[in-house]
């Protein structure tokens, strides 16, 4: 498949010059005013259309609006995730994809297939005590403190540990599994970022070669048993499946539970509300991730199309913004409130299409028993006065630093 340049990235021919706006997915001046990234959303979906070409990081197409991003996400013959890089870089060599998430229908069901089995809601829920105990532990630590920082004593561990378990890795080296993974989604640097995808691909590569050597009960393992259409999978292929894994879920569930802390510590009404409602935590779960989706996703552009309107080329590449998806008013009522009382929150914070999120089951569970045990064994918190809350863009939203304060 073609990939252009970034000098062959100019605004293209045709477009109306209204649906030329500057965003820069990673580093956007919009981030850094009050309110953070969820604001800066809120402000995006205001200031552009549906669909609208960025001028920034070489030029990319930007989907927002929610009927669009479901057509597109639909769309994988047009909206293809064979190529994953803004801005791209045809002059480096291509690392093994990362499967099911690179591979198109129709060869995408076969490979997502062995996943979908392992990942359903039943399995999960069989980790709800692992899950709990690790929470309790957490939070149980800091609560004499009267303060902490909750992204690093809590939701950075919490999510990151467990799935460390279920992968089959080491937890003494949580840290810099953690670095590599954040490096790899959020920082605004490249080759920074390309760089901690080769490291983490590396140190994967050592571990399936381990696992064919000396099987675990393992999630490692049991990719390297898998016949895909008969055949057995290669080792290439379980780095494809095991770097997915490994990038997507050490970050994206940590950053979602810290977004859904930082509102509930501006919202101590809300937090006394669930206190006293504990039955309405896994509804109020659903709507504080609608208002804090965290996972954007590139795409290229397959073929030559005028779609809905827009002059769309072979190799151009296309973010597909979900955190602003889940926030059209023509979707929800009053979007930019978080609501715990709607009836139905059709949300779309883990993507849409065939490649909607396989962890989502395993994040719904993480992220109701963290506020269940947060509001149980924390007084009312709030955000730490004179302390910033810094927060990255890029392939997930992240929050750097959440300091919270509660009365002992």
Not at 7 to 32: M, N, Q, T
Not at 56 to 73: N, S
Not at 229 to 249: H, I, N, T
Not at 299 to 318: H, Q, T
Request: net charge negative; glycine share 6%.
């Amino acid at each position: 498949m073609a990939m252009a340049t970034l000098a062959e990235h100019p605004v293209p021919k045709g477009i109306d010059p209204s649906l030329v706006i500057d965003f820069d997915y990673y580093s956007d001046r919009r981030y850094g005013q009050p309110g953070g990234i969820p604001q800066a959303m809120a402000d995006l979906r205001d200031e552009a259309p549906d669909a609208f070409w960025s001028t920034a990081l070489g030029g990319y197409w930007v989907v927002q609006g929610h009927e669009a991003i479901v057509d597109a996400a639909a769309r994988t013959d047009l909206f293809s995730s064979g190529y994953m890089r803004i801005p791209a870089r045809p002059d480096l060599p291509e690392p093994p994809k990362n499967i099911p998430l690179q591979l198109d229908p129709p060869n995408h069901a076969a490979f997502r297939a062995p996943l979908n089995k392992v990942f359903t809601p039943t399995q999960m829920y069989r980790r709800v005590d692992q899950i709990r105990a690790l929470a309790v532990e957490l939070i149980d630590a800091i609560a004499p403190l009267g303060e902490a920082d909750f992204f690093d004593t809590v939701a950075e561990k919490l999510p990151v540990l467990i799935f460390i378990d279920i992968m089959g890795l080491d937890r003494a080296h949580f840290r810099q599994y953690r670095d590599m993974a954040k490096a790899a989604a959020s920082e605004p640097d490249q080759e920074i970022r390309l760089k901690a995808v080769h490291d983490g691909s590396e140190l994967l590569a050592g571990v399936i070669a381990d696992r064919r050597a000396n099987p675990r009960d393992d999630l490692i393992s049991y990719l390297l048993d898998l016949e895909i259409e008969g055949a057995p999978v290669s080792d290439d292929m379980v780095l494809g499946y095991c770097k997915l894994l490994f990038f997507a879920g050490l970050d994206t569930v940590a950053n979602a539970m810290s977004f859904i802390m930082y509102y509930l510590a501006r919202d101590q009404a809300l937090q006394e509300r669930l206190r006293r409602e504990p039955d309405k935590i896994p509804h109020a779960m659903e709507e504080l991730i609608r208002r804090h989706a965290v996972a954007p996703v590139v795409r290229i552009i397959a073929k030559d199309e005028v779609w809905r309107g827009l002059p769309l080329s072979k190799g151009d590449m296309a973010l597909l913004n979900y955190p602003a998806a889940n926030i059209d008013p023509r979707v929800f009522d009053h979007p930019d409130e978080v609501d715990i009382d709607r009836e139905r929150i059709n949300h779309i914070a883990f993507g849409s299409g065939p490649h909607r999120c396989l962890g989502r089951h395993l994040a719904r569970i993480e992220m109701v028993v963290l506020l269940e045990e947060a509001l149980s064994r924390l007084p009312t918190f709030r955000l730490a006065e004179g302390k910033p809350v810094p927060m990255r863009g890029g392939g997930v939203l992240t929050v750097e630093s959440l300091p919270l304060v509660w009365d002992r």
